[in-house]
């Protein structure tokens, strides 16, 4: 099975302070996603990867970067965090376009 | 702006029921997934169509896609407690977008 690893389930942040949130799957996928999930907003999605190096803009991009120096990672950056940054955020990996996504298990993030 | 629109928001049901969840856009598409999301993780896919009209069968779930491929319907029979979670449903962009309806919330009742 895909493993997707989201390096911290809970992370409490204050504003102004730099985050970075890291995402690491074991499956050579060439796709990569950065998704935040709030309550009645479903997944929006804030920028994806679809291989190294290589980024696109998604649906809510303002206020955030994204890395991806190997294959195997992509992390997101939130280079001054605001408290309307605190939500669910989840990464997801996909071999190829129209395939399944495979997700962690979210980032819960609190910028007070 | 929110391509996909899913109804209801919110089911709750009691054990036993049955239930239709939906999702429509005005735009067509070239394949559909239904995605569930237990509290604490990500979504899990369930199902995609691809074809106008196809009907889709897991267990007690049958998923169903329509004529002009513009809307999809879930339909949950004899529902359970383990049911219960998020059901989205996705659509992807020959670009390499994946975007997510605003997702249905079922509560199945003992």
């Known amino acids: 099975d895909v493993k997707v690893t989201q390096s911290s389930r809970y992370l409490v942040k204050r504003t102004g302070e730099k985050v970075f949130l890291e995402c690491v799957q074991d499956m050579d996928h060439e796709n990569m996603f950065w998704y935040r999930q709030d309550p009645g907003l479903g997944l929006r999605l804030i920028y994806f990867s679809y291989d190294v190096k290589m980024k696109e803009k998604g649906d809510i991009p303002e206020g955030y970067s994204v890395s991806r120096e190997k294959k195997e990672r992509f992390s997101l950056i939130l280079e001054s965090a605001s408290t309307n940054q605190t939500s669910m955020y989840l990464c997801?990996?996909?071999?190829?376009?129209?395939?399944?996504?495979?997700f962690g298990s979210g980032t819960q993030l609190s910028v007070l | 702006t929110q391509l996909l629109e899913q109804s209801p928001q919110f089911l709750s049901i009691q054990e036993g029921e049955n239930l239709t969840v939906y999702c429509n856009s005005s735009?067509?598409?070239?394949?559909l997934q239904w995605y569930r999301q237990e509290p604490g993780e990500g979504p899990v896919l369930l199902v995609t169509v691809v074809t106008g009209g196809e009907v889709k069968k897991l267990k007690r779930l049958t998923f169903q896609f329509g004529d002009a491929r513009k809307d999809s319907s879930l339909h949950i029979t004899a529902a359970q407690p383990g049911d219960t979670g998020l059901y989205l449903c996705a659509r992807h962009t020959n670009a390499g977008k994946s975007t997510f309806g605003d997702g249905t919330t079922l509560t199945v009742k003992p």
């Open positions: 735009s067509v598409f070239s394949s």
């Open positions: 997801a990996t996909r071999r190829a376009t129209n395939e399944k996504l495979f």
